[in-house]
């Protein structure tokens, strides 16, 4: 190592770990690159050891970050050590590496940013590659038995997609980051199906899944498993009832995360191997939560935060909101400008009864006038410049039956959060 290197490294070492994000977002030009060259050759520098573990890889277009919640928490339940790597994070970078349940200490973050750092020498990498190669060399550390990564964007591309998974899961397929994965179902599902490898099992959350998923699927032989065939779930007054070859379950507690996603991840603890009973589940469906996905956070009136801000989140999330009972639906929505702003509030507008639609502010963020242009005048539509003045005034004119509704975007619900936070 040369004495200017050195000298680097040095002061790296004393950096906390706010420097080392503000180094990251610093060290390359472009917040997305798709390929696996740069990043591959940083990890085999990296010389980490994976082979004893069960990487379970998790893609798909909503509800990758739920599907692995459930499946950790399954695994901490029956006494195994687990490790996920989730993104984004909405208020902690900590948020997106958990060892048994639990965000590792700063030192530990900084220590594994240093060791990245060391290795990638002249290799540039994106925010997003650094951060991945951070978290497999903090889950190499833990010793964990099983891995849980979630993919970024896409699949095929994906710095996650460096590291061969044993079971690969497909939670959802729909139209999001077109610009990057394609503009057609098909063409996504071709860049997702990119997790697969020959002969793996696979779990397919997705009820209808693009031809191209089943030609990857027949293509590299996998063990499919696809949802609405071999296993089932079906939402009915008493509850969630789910079946597969082995199990048959009646009458669940309905699950506090999306029931597709509760049905995907119970499908991939079934093929490891679990001992599933109903009494299990129970307690799984009760205990499984994520903060940001459909998630109540105060009552009377009831205040849900969600990160919805795609057509498929919404819809989804409209269709949960019909069956309830409320006074009236108040919309808080704040949105980033590259999203399909229409098509994402339109499943919606019959659902909600009021619209605070506020303006981002951050890099992206779409302006309150964007959201407000796409909105029925029918209904009361106003518009703020932020999502604090927009949560704020909510909070004021809801009545004690009503629901306050905050989504749209990461970054809207962080915001709420870190509101209720500092109250």
């Known amino acids: ?74 695994l901490l339940l029956q006494g195994k050590t687990v490790a996920v790597f989730s993104s984004p994070h909405l208020l902690d970078y900590r948020e997106r590496v ?3 349940g639990k965000m590792l200490s700063t030192t530990e973050h900084c220590q594994a940013f240093s060791k990245i750092e060391a290795a990638r020498q002249d290799i540039s990498l994106t925010y997003f590659e650094f951060g991945t190669l951070q978290a497999l060399q903090l889950m190499a550390d833990s010793q964990c038995e099983f891995l849980l990564l979630e993919v970024g964007l896409g699949g095929r591309l994906d710095a996650v997609n460096i590291v061969d998974a044993d079971i690969a899961v497909i939670t959802s397929i729909d139209l999001d980051h077109q610009e990057w994965l394609g503009h057609t179902r098909e063409a996504i599902a071709t860049e997702k199906a990119g997790i ?17 998923l089943l030609a990857a699927a027949e293509k590299l032989r996998v063990k499919a498993s696809w949802q ?28 506090l995360i999306p029931a597709q996603n509760a049905s995907t991840a119970l499908q991939v603890l079934s093929t490891l191997g679990l001992p599933l009973e109903q009494s299990f589940v129970h307690q799984l469906f009760s205990q499984t939560k994520l903060a940001g996905r459909r998630q109540i956070i105060r009552q009377n009136p009831t205040i849900m935060l969600d990160v919805a801000h795609n057509p498929h989140a919404t819809r989804l999330l409209a269709k949960e909101l019909s069956g309830q009972s409320y006074g009236q639906i108040i919309a808080v929505v704040g949105m980033l400008a590259d999203k399909d702003i229409q098509q994402s509030l339109l499943p919606l507008v019959d659902v909600v009864d009021c619209w605070y639609c506020a303006s981002l502010q951050v890099p992206r963020g779409a302006q309150a006038k964007q959201l407000v242009s796409v909105l029925s005048q029918g209904k009361l539509v106003l518009e703020f410049d932020s999502v604090k003045a927009a949560y704020g005034t909510a909070c004021e004119i809801a009545q004690k039956d009503d629901l306050i509704l905050v989504f749209g975007s990461f970054y809207t619900v962080a915001e709420v959060s870190t509101l209720l936070e500092d109250n």
């Not at 790296?12 to 696996?36: C, F, K, M, R, T």
């Not at 697969?196 to 191209?212: D, H, L, M, N």
Request: charged share 15%.
């Open 228 to 255: 609405g065939q071999e296993f089932n779930y079906q939402l009915c007054a008493t509850g969630f009832n789910w079946s597969n070859a082995t199990y048959q379950f009646i009458d669940l507690i309905k699950p």
């Open 98 to 100: 958990r060892v048994q």
């Open 1 to 74: 190592m040369s004495a200017k290197s050195s000298q680097k490294a040095a002061v790296q070492a004393a950096w906390s770990l706010d420097q080392w994000l503000v180094y990251l977002g610093e060290i390359h030009p472009a917040n997305i690159e798709l390929g696996l060259e740069r990043v591959a050759q940083v990890f085999q520098r990296l010389r980490l050891d994976l082979s004893q573990r069960t990487i379970i890889t998790v893609g798909g277009t909503n509800g990758k970050g739920t599907t692995c919640a459930m499946i950790e928490q399954a």
């Open 196 to 212: 697969f490898r020959k002969g793996i099992p696979v779990i397919i959350g997705e009820p209808e899944p693009p031809s191209t």
